[in-house]
């Protein structure tokens, strides 16, 4: 019983990790983002893997880790040359800068515009007015020359 629950315990965890990369995966434009998340995503797999391993004696899970941790190590860099060529290229890193190596009959992806704020004028932020004795000249300032 107990190994069942360390089981189902160590399953959750990799379904969250598992989760929150695709999540982090879907909703960013970062490249940077992208690949972590995507790196995220494995490790969750990873763990499921050992956790299934241990529970049923067996190696297999765990050498499929070993595979993927090589599979991850190679996607780092290729993600890093990646990330480089299209810094240097583009200047960002934005995912909607890819557009010129897309196909050529496919369409380019337009991003809807957010809506604008309807007042464009500049806020104005409160402030104190000013109280007490204006400082005067630093007696530093007035027998010493700053530039010869």
Known sequence: MVEMQLLYNYLVVGALLFGIGLIGFL????MIIMFLAAEM??????????????????LG???????IIA???CEAAIALALVLVMFERRGNLDIAAWHSLREANQAPFEDTPMASDPS???????HLAPA????????????YRGKI
């Open 27 to 30: 909703s960013r434009r970062n």
């Open 41 to 58: 995503m494995l490790q969750g797999v990873s763990l499921s893997l050992v956790a299934w391993s241990h529970f049923h004696n067996d």
């Open 61 to 67: 899970g765990q050498v499929l880790v070993v595979f």
């Open 71 to 73: 599979i991850a190590a």
């Open 120 to 126: 464009d004028e500049p806020k104005k932020w409160p």
């Open 132 to 143: 007490g004795i204006v400082p005067g000249p630093e007696p530093e300032q007035e027998l």
